[in-house]
């Protein structure tokens, strides 16, 4: 199946960041191909370099993939609901407080990364599941229309972000090459 990307009408303008950066077309092999390579960047580093945060008030890296983590679960959530045609409004989320919770630190990064990639071949087991009508369907998140099909985009658009930013500022200044 073949998704168009979303329209600005279908999501709250601060998800076209995330939409914009996921690719074009084919979004659901995206979705697969997409953390094969955030699991690749991470593998190498060190687990004692994981928890290193390159700024006061930053996350470390085991608090992004936590991050991830979870807002796989929430937007295939959201998609599910969306597409169930399950009329209750999503509330939003506070991420930092997640991140807070979650205590990332407590779990190897090994953990984490295999915990990013059970849940994103979930989501895929899920989307790859809905037809055309579903695709269309939307709801509400933290007061803002989503279409069901927004969610895959911003999952890899979401995902594309935090890579580049782990990149740029993580790995560079831990002296990482990326694989």
Known sequence: MSLRRPTPDEHDPYYGLYIDQAPASNILGSMGTEVERTVALLND???????FRYAPGKWSLREVVGHLIDAEWTFTYRGLCFAREDPTPRPGFDQDQWVRSA??????MADLLASLRAARHASLALFRTFGDAEWARSGLANQVSFTVRCMPYIL???EIHHRRVISERYLKALAVEPS
């Open 156 to 158: 890899v658009g979401h």
């Open 103 to 108: 205590d990332a630190h407590a779990v190897p």
């Open 45 to 51: 580093v060190p687990e004692d370099r994981t928890t």
